[in-house]
């Protein structure tokens, strides 16, 4: 199929970006990647009246280090992150996303804020508790990542906004991250995925672990997984952590998976994410 008919918009400055979703709001795209959007328009899915495309904006094509962690700019494509951004867990998560071809033209805040619950990298800015910079005629705010997400390819990012930035901080302290997901194939969206992080303390026993999940629910879900594994040593059994997701996540039947396959799915993953992550925690340099 082809898309609705629509007005095309190039604009050369984030300034006139802004202006014209202040003009237009509702009925208005913004288009980044368009590796999600131009899909959703070619099935007739979304229909808006006018394209916004900040391909232009090379401003905001930027990765970079900041205190604490790392910020992505809104035009920084998949591959740009991977091949810039010193940041373990988005190394580890970001070849998962789909195929090079799409890696080389997506974008990673445009991943993020399209809110999809099977993708990647909303559960890994969940996890982390990082945040989207979005800015409008009327200012600049920054939201939060568990403010973000508000259902199925919906998030509070107001209509007259534009997204600029993410925000992935790193773990502080005796800290280790891991990403597992599992998919019919290479390059579908997975069933379940997990990202964790596990912290040890100074006698390298389990201090804190915490996992995010996508297709697990409408928007992405974060565990808190300490209870199930604390105090325990790096390189002991911790299936209990599995168990414990296991118990707690609610996933909803669907054509490709039932409601119990993806909770034994984020059992299995939960399980081998967490020795995985407590194993390079124990072996790694302690993060400022």
Do not use: W
Not at 180 to 185: D, H, T, V, W
Request: hydrophobic letters at 45%.
């Amino acid at each position: 199929m082809k898309p609705p008919p629509f007005q095309y918009h190039r604009p050369s400055s984030v300034g006139a970006a802004l202006a014209l979703l202040a003009e237009h709001q509702d009925e208005a795209k913004v288009l980044a990647g368009g590796q999600s959007l131009i899909p959703l328009l070619s099935m007739r899915l979304a229909a808006p009246n006018r394209l916004i495309d900040i391909n232009s904006l090379s401003e905001l094509g930027y990765v970079r280090a900041e205190p604490g962690g790392v910020r992505i700019g809104a035009l920084a494509r998949h591959t740009d992150v991977l091949q810039r951004a010193e940041h373990p867990m988005l190394a580890e998560t970001l070849p998962n996303i789909a195929h090079a071809t799409i890696r080389n033209r997506g974008t990673s805040v445009g991943s993020i804020v399209h809110a999809d619950p099977a993708a990647e990298l909303p559960a890994v800015l969940s996890l982390l508790d990082g945040s989207v910079t979005v800015r409008s005629t009327r200012g600049e705010r920054v939201i939060a990542a568990g403010q973000l997400f508000a259902g199925p390819l919906e998030s509070t990012i107001g209509p007259d906004e534009l997204a600029t930035s993410a925000f992935f901080p790193i773990p502080a302290g005796r800290c280790g991250t891991a990403f597992l997901e599992l998919a019919r194939r290479h390059g579908d969206y997975a069933l379940c995925g997990v990202a964790i992080s596990v912290t040890l303390d100074d006698d390298l026993h389990i201090a804190a672990a915490r996992a995010g999940y996508l297709s697990m629910a409408g928007t992405p879900v974060v565990l808190d997984l300490t209870a199930a594994i604390a105090g325990r040593g790096y390189d002991t059994d911790l299936s209990a952590a599995g168990d414990l997701a296991a118990d707690r996540l609610a996933p909803e039947p669907d054509l490709h998976a039932s409601a119990e396959y993806r909770r034994q799915l984020a059992r299995t993953l939960t399980a081998r994410a967490a020795s995985r992550a407590a194993r390079r925690a124990a072996e790694g340099p302690v993060a400022a």
